[in-house]
């Protein structure tokens, strides 16, 4: 299994930044995927995550106080994607962004947590 991340960059504060990341490999379900990242000097936090919701409603979301009302998470369950919607950007969103998800792997495999290569994102300010 193997996630792939996309979107970071560089973007001037106030501004948006698209992330997506992408799972593959041997995959019979992904549960939960989220947003991890890790600003310059400082430990890996939670940034948004979402569960694997159901056929009608979609997955149920968790943000980081810091993040709420800027961010959305979101995901495309045909696609196995996690996306991350980042609007009014701060220069303290600066960091490296993880994806995560929680895969299974057969009908009988609880499931396996995941990591994809990070992607910077700089804000500029």
């Known amino acids: 299994v193997q996630l792939q991340a996309f979107g970071g960059g560089l973007v001037q504060a106030g501004g948006s930044l698209r992330l997506s990341c992408a799972a593959s490999?041997?995959?019979?379900?992904?549960?939960?995927m989220g947003w991890y990242r890790q600003p310059p000097g400082k430990q890996r936090e939670l940034v948004a995550s979402?569960?694997?919701?159901?056929?009608?409603?979609?997955?149920?979301?968790n943000y980081a106080e810091s993040v709420k009302g800027r961010f959305t998470i979101s995901r495309d369950n045909n696609k196995n994607t996690v996306y991350l919607q980042m609007s009014g950007l701060k220069p303290e969103d600066t960091a490296v962004y993880y994806c995560?998800?929680?895969?299974?792997?057969?009908?009988?495999?609880?499931?396996?947590?995941?990591w994809g290569k990070g992607t910077l994102v700089t804000v500029s300010s």
């Open positions: 979402i569960d694997s919701g159901s056929m009608l409603i979609g997955g149920s979301t």
């Open positions: 490999g041997s995959i019979f379900r992904v549960n939960d």
């Open positions: 995560n998800a929680h895969i299974s792997s057969s009908p009988y495999h609880y499931g396996v947590h995941y």
